[in-house]
């Protein structure tokens, strides 16, 4: 019987789904059965949608005291999805000021959370500008928290470092579109770099390998307190030590 994942994820601007695709791709490749699933953010207080309508900024910025404190808000995961016996299950966090954004967090802290991750196995990967280690981190913590089996974490950057992809950011959320440049200043393309995407292959190839038992088997080792990572500006890897 073929191995079954669950690749699990929210996304904004697509780049968490970017990742999850890649990911996908290649556990199919193994001969997993996988399937994909997008965490719905429904809460009518928080709308949020591209490109930048005029009350878009002003909503993220309001939401921005909720996200700091871990707030929750409305979601939506198919119950059969749920109810789904999974061999391994890999939650996608954007990340939002640091942290997993609120509807990964309202996941986990759901009963549903529970029904799907206890004493399962999951990986994390975070997608982020820059700062990735508390997004992924917390997941690790809250999945774990419901019975779940931490096995890997990974953390795919976009180009252009803390400031410049923030103007990329911005950029893309009044447009919907890569300019080239922004205020004057030239930016890179929004988004995960293509290397960024193999090195998520790369991370899925490796996840596959392990459940397919052709490497070693699974460490449910934890995240060390300060990263011990091997990275280049696309992504990042959180070695199991």
Known sequence: ???????LYYTFTNQTRRIAEAMSEVLGELDCDVEEC??????????????DKPKLLRTIMSLLPAQLRGKTGAICVPEEVLKRDYDLICIGSPTWWFYPAMPIVSFLESPGARQLLKNKRFAVFAVCRA??????????????????????GAAFCFDGGYIRSELSFISYLKNDAD?????????YKFGVSDEGIAMA????????????????????????????????HAGVRETAI
């Not at 997004?135 to 890997?152: E, I, W």
């Open 179 to 187: 300019l080239g440049r922004f205020w004057g200043f030239k930016i």
């Open 201 to 232: 292959k790369e991370f899925a190839r490796e996840l596959g390998s392990r459940l397919l038992g052709t490497v070693s088997r699974f460490s449910s080792s934890a995240i060390p307190a300060q990263p011990h990572e091997e990275h280049s």
């Open 1 to 7: 019987m073929k191995p079954r994942v669950l690749i």
């Open 38 to 51: 997008t965490i719905e953010f429904i809460d009518q207080w928080y709308r949020l949608e591209l490109p």
């Open 131 to 152: 700062i990735w280690w508390h997004n992924l981190r917390q997941v690790k913590k809250m999945a774990q928290k419901q019975g779940g089996t931490f096995v890997d």
